[in-house]
Structure formats: structure tokens, C-alpha cells
């Protein structure tokens, strides 16, 4: 089955902590401090795997999570960041952030990668906190935690050519005589209900061509299948727009599925089209390609006749089509979209409520990492987290809320409680 569509749970790796250690060696009977830092969590990073076409492998494998650093050791030993953990998907896959909607990545080439989810800084150890006052300190910190998002991964097909039509146009049988794809075909419209890919031969040279399912009038709206493949299309370098030979009105269809393009969007419009009317070797399709020539020359449309069930003029098609595909310069294939850069949020920022009596609440992304980060085993630990307190102002900004002794306040996960000299009581 073909998945276009994932939501996935990304984790990256908590960064290992760092440690209070202190040199014990022979006749070095004050070794100073020796407690080494903890490793970079792993991060979580997409990358492109030619050899996937859908999001199939992420349908039942949804939370994904790296490992953590490890933690530091003693003789100033650092400890490993955790390894990276590789995602493959396939290429046209554009991640989206679950929560915003904002596009994370768009991946459609060999080799392009993204981290999704960046891993934790590992944690200090008590070395890296050595000054000249303070030569032997007991202070090490916790490592920071790993990113995590859900995201969101919709794949648009990267083909050569997209092969478009009303329902039972004959798509995929000429996808199947062209190529070695095998999809499911009958005599009966919306056989296909989903995208399928086939690579077919010319001249030792491969051309990716996309069967997309059926389209109808009121396709941009959501009607009938469309609106699920019609995104497929704007991934295609030229359309392959194949008609119903024993339709009542094939220049009428095709006229229809041309307007439901442009009301999707607007650029495909634009896209080369080779108009091809199938089913020649009915003789009512014989007699309608007069009508259908004259019509599609008036249009300044490139056009063609076919049977895919006979092969009539089919290895013609295929040279025309891969003769459309090479004069389009490799810069007007599928764009990729403008990303606007935004100024990042002031980390030191915070924000104070007061939700209830004694209860007070600080936010902010640079204190909360601090939080999260403090090992409160060690005392000075303790005083360091008092010390930003002050430089980012919180202790000013809470004293001159109100706050008073006894008060709890809360940071992220952490609760503390308010004393008059430090602050904060033991």
C-alpha cells in the first residue's frame, strides 16, 4: 500500500551529566579538581534513501529516540556523546513542525539531510567551574535535555514525468506497458487510488513517470480523490495529460482537469503538457481524433494518438516525452520553497505569574534550562542557580511583585521556596 502521509514522534538524546571528582594521586596530596564534562546527546536526523517511495516504514514505527551522552568521569575524562540516530525517508518528503505547520525540512535530493531534533549539551564537571577564588569547587551539572517534537511528513513524488486524466482514461495500462509497474486495472473508473511510480527505457536512459489516480471537477475542493494526489503533480517536470478516447467530450475533460489545476495552484497551470488521446483501437476514438487534433491545434497544444492496450504509437510517445523533459533546464524543475528567517526569541526573556495566593510562576527558556540542568545534590549548585537568578533579574522582578517568605515558586518542573536572604530557603 502506498502512505503519502506520517506523524511521528522525534527525541533527541539528553546530554550525559558532568561530575565532582577531584585528583587522587601518590604525593599529590591536594589534587585539584579532576571531574570531567558528559557527551552531547544524539541527534535526530532525516536524510534521503532513493531506494524508499513511501512513508510506509514510519506508519508503525512512530516514536523515534537517541540515545544520551554518556556521563563524565573522574580524571578529567569526558564522557561519549551519544551517536546520532538516522531516519531514512524518501525523497519529495516535506517535514512539518505538528504544532506550528511550519515547514522544518523539504527533502527531494540524493545526499540532503536535516537535523530534526538536536541533541542536549552534556553536562560540566566540577573542573570546568575552577577559578582563582574558588580552586576547589563541588559543583557539576546536569546534562540538557534532548529536543523532541512531533512532526508531520507528507511525501510529494519526485517523478520525471506525471501521467494525468479523467477516470479510465487508460493511465495505468500505459504505465504498465512502459514500465514494470504492475497496478491494478479494470474496466471500471477510480481503479486506482493511489500514486504509483514506474521507470520506463529509452535509449539506455530511465524515465520516473507517476501515475496519479483519477481526477474530477471540484478536485481542489476535496471532491472525489483528488485533493489527496493532486500535490503529487507539482513535483512532475512535464504532464503526460492522456484523454478518454470514448468519452462524449474528450477536449471537454480535458479542459475541465486543466481549470481544476489552475484553481489548486495556479504554476501548473504552466507545466508542459503532451495531450495524448487513448484508446485508438476503438473505433469511436478513430473517429473523434479528427475533432480532437483540430481542437488541440487551436489550443497550441502539442497532441498525440495511442492504444496502451495495443502499444500503437506508444514508443513514440515515450521519445516525445523524454525529447519535452530535456529541454527543461535542471533549474526549472520543482523549487523549493523561500524560507523566511525570522529573529530567534531573546532565551533570557521571562515572563512572572501569579495564578493564586503563594504560588508564583516563572517562564522562561534560559532559566528553565538552568533548572533543568542543575544537579541540586551540591550545595554550590544551589548558589550558582541563585546567582543567574539575579543576573536575569528574576530575583528583582519577583521581590518587586510581592512575592514574600514562605511563597512558592515554580520553574519548569522545579519548586522552590522563597526565603529572605538567599532568596530561596534551605
Keep these: 500500500m502506498f502512505f503519502d502521509r506520517a506523524r511521528i514522534y522525534v527525541k533527541a538524546g539528553d546530554g550525559g551529566n558532568g561530575v565532582v571528582a577531584f585528583r587522587r594521586e601518590k604525593y599529590v596530596p591536594r589534587g585539584g579538581p579532576a571531574g570531567g564534562n558528559g557527551g552531547r546527546g544524539g541527534n535526530v536526523v532525516f536524510y534521503v534513501d532513493l531506494g524508499l517511495n513511501t512513508l510506509h516504514h514510519l506508519q508503525h514505527n512512530v516514536h523515534h529516540r537517541a540515545e544520551r551522552g554518556a556521563h563524565g568521569g573522574g580524571a578529567m575524562r569526558t564522557g561519549a556523546n551519544g551517536p546520532d540516530l538516522r531516519v531514512p525517508v524518501p525523497p519529495g518528503t516535506v517535514v512539518r513542525d505538528a504544532a506550528t505547520g511550519e515547514v522544518v525540512a523539504d527533502l527531494t535530493h540524493e545526499g540532503q539531510e536535516v537535523t530534526v531534533a538536536a541533541g542536549g549539551r552534556g553536562g560540566r564537571g566540577n573542573?570546568?567551574?575552577?577559578?582563582?577564588?574558588?580552586?576547589?569547587?563541588?559543583?557539576?551539572?546536569?546534562?540538557?535535555?534532548?529536543?523532541?517534537?512531533?512532526?508531520?511528513?507528507?511525501?510529494?513524488?519526485?517523478?520525471?514525468?506525471?501521467?494525468?486524466?479523467?477516470?479510465?482514461?487508460?493511465?495505468?495500462?500505459?504505465?504498465?506497458?512502459?514500465?514494470?509497474?504492475?497496478?491494478?486495472?479494470?474496466?471500471?473508473?477510480?481503479?486506482?487510488v493511489e500514486p504509483t511510480l514506474g521507470v520506463a527505457t529509452i535509449d539506455h536512459r530511465q524515465l520516473v513517470l507517476v501515475d496519479i489516480p483519477g481526477l474530477l471537477e471540484?478536485?481542489?475542493?476535496?471532491?472525489?480523490?483528488?485533493?489527496?494526489?493532486?500535490?503529487?503533480?507539482?513535483?512532475?517536470?512535464?504532464?503526460?495529460?492522456?484523454?478518454?478516447?470514448?468519452?462524449?467530450?474528450?477536449?471537454?475533460?480535458?479542459?475541465?482537469?486543466?481549470?481544476?489545476?489552475?484553481?489548486?495552484?495556479?504554476?501548473?497551470?504552466?507545466?508542459?503538457?503532451?495531450?495524448?488521446?487513448?484508446?485508438?483501437?476503438?473505433?469511436?476514438?478513430?473517429?473523434?481524433?479528427?475533432?480532437?487534433s483540430d481542437a488541440l491545434e487551436a489550443l497550441n497544444l502539442p497532441a498525440l494518438s495511442i492504444s496502451a492496450a495495443t502499444g500503437e504509437n506508444v514508443q513514440q510517445l515515450l521519445y516525445r516525452v523524454q525529447a519535452?523533459?530535456?529541454?527543461?533546464?535542471?533549474?526549472?524543475?520543482?523549487?523549493?520553497?523561500?524560507?523566511?528567517?525570522?529573529?530567534?526569541?531573546?532565551?533570557?526573556?521571562?515572563?512572572?505569574?501569579?495564578?493564586?495566593?503563594?504560588?508564583?510562576?516563572?517562564?522562561?527558556?534560559?532559566?528553565?534550562?538552568?533548572?533543568?540542568?542543575?544537579?541540586?545534590?551540591?550545595?554550590?549548585?544551589?548558589?550558582?542557580?541563585?546567582?543567574?537568578?539575579?543576573?536575569?533579574?528574576?530575583?528583582?522582578?519577583?521581590?518587586?511583585?510581592?512575592?514574600?517568605?514562605?511563597?512558592?515558586?515554580?520553574?519548569?518542573d522545579l519548586e522552590l521556596v522563597w526565603g529572605y536572604e538567599n532568596a530561596f530557603g534551605e
Excluded at 563541588?138 to 511525501?155: D, F, K, M, P, S
Excluded at 479523467?166 to 504492475?182: D, M, Y
Excluded at 542543575?374 to 528583582?396: P, S, V
Design 127 to 192: 573542573a570546568a567551574f575552577k577559578t582563582s577564588r574558588n580552586s576547589a569547587p563541588r559543583i557539576a551539572e546536569n546534562g540538557e535535555t534532548g529536543e523532541e517534537h512531533w512532526l508531520e511528513l507528507e511525501l510529494k513524488l519526485v517523478a520525471d514525468v506525471g501521467i494525468i486524466g479523467v477516470p479510465n482514461a487508460g493511465k495505468s495500462t500505459l504505465l504498465s506497458v512502459v514500465s514494470a509497474a504492475r497496478p491494478k486495472i479494470a474496466e471500471y473508473p477510480f481503479t486506482t
Design 324 to 412: 519535452m523533459v530535456d529541454e527543461i533546464p535542471a533549474e526549472e524543475g520543482p523549487l523549493e520553497e523561500l524560507v523566511e528567517i525570522s529573529p530567534g526569541p531573546d532565551r533570557k526573556a521571562f515572563t512572572i505569574h501569579h495564578p493564586e495566593p503563594e504560588r508564583w510562576i516563572v517562564e522562561g527558556m534560559e532559566i528553565e534550562r538552568a533548572a533543568r540542568m542543575t544537579n541540586w545534590d551540591y550545595y554550590e549548585a544551589a548558589l550558582r542557580f541563585q546567582r543567574i537568578l539575579n543576573a536575569l533579574g528574576i530575583t528583582t522582578a519577583l521581590r518587586e511583585a510581592g512575592i514574600e517568605e514562605g511563597d512558592t515558586v515554580q520553574i519548569g
Design 218 to 292: 471540484g478536485a481542489h475542493e476535496g471532491v472525489g480523490l483528488g485533493l489527496e494526489f493532486l500535490r503529487h503533480i507539482e513535483r512532475c517536470r512535464v504532464l503526460i495529460h492522456l484523454l478518454n478516447g470514448a468519452s462524449p467530450d474528450p477536449v471537454g475533460d480535458l479542459e475541465a482537469i486543466n481549470q481544476e489545476l489552475a484553481l489548486f495552484n495556479p504554476g501548473l497551470a504552466d507545466k508542459p503538457q503532451l495531450v495524448v488521446l487513448n484508446k485508438m483501437d476503438l473505433p469511436e476514438a478513430r473517429a473523434v481524433w479528427p475533432t480532437v
